[in-house]
């Protein structure tokens, strides 16, 4: 029922003023007959006890997810793994050139969100990379949006 075969859904609840939730969801292909349902935020863990957390609070949000958008699903999660994220401090991706080496080209911040824009962000690195103007305004996505100096080289 859930498998992307019987043509499942991916969806996505954006944050709201009420629940301040980010979940989304996808069909389980790694798990036959589960469907994927992810808190976005979740809650800071250790690389190498991501899956040992004791913590429910994120289980908890999707619990009540759970019951009031799927009621036929069981709200006990079969299955709990803890996603890694790297993130910039203001979560947006970082595409430009060393503020110091400009033939250093930077693409970071991609976790979670970036794989979904794979294809344009390749097209991008590429162009920084061969001194071509970017076929997109990419000023949201300068490193030095983060130097407090913005004269200061990294």
């Not at 913590?55 to 006990?76: K, N, T, V, W």
């Not at 993130?87 to 970071?108: E, R």
């Amino acid at each position: 029922m859930y498998h992307v075969k019987k043509r499942f859904p991916c969806f996505i609840q954006t944050e709201s003023e009420e629940t301040k939730e980010h979940i989304y969801g996808l069909p389980s292909n790694e798990y036959p007959g589960m469907v994927k349902i992810c808190y976005h935020t979740g809650s800071r863990t250790e690389p190498d006890r991501r899956d040992q957390q004791t913590d429910r609070s994120d289980i908890q949000i999707l619990q009540r997810y759970i019951a009031r958008c799927f009621p036929g699903l069981i709200p006990e999660p079969a299955v709990v793994e803890s996603c890694m994220y790297t993130l910039t401090p203001d979560q947006d991706f970082v595409l430009d050139c060393h503020p110091t080496y400009n033939n250093i080209i930077i693409g970071a911040g991609f976790s979670g969100h970036g794989f979904k824009f794979g294809p344009i962000i390749g097209k991008l690195l590429c162009e920084l990379s061969l001194g071509e103007v970017p076929s997109y305004d990419l000023s949201p996505f300068r490193i030095r949006r983060f130097q407090t100096n913005p004269k200061s080289a990294l």
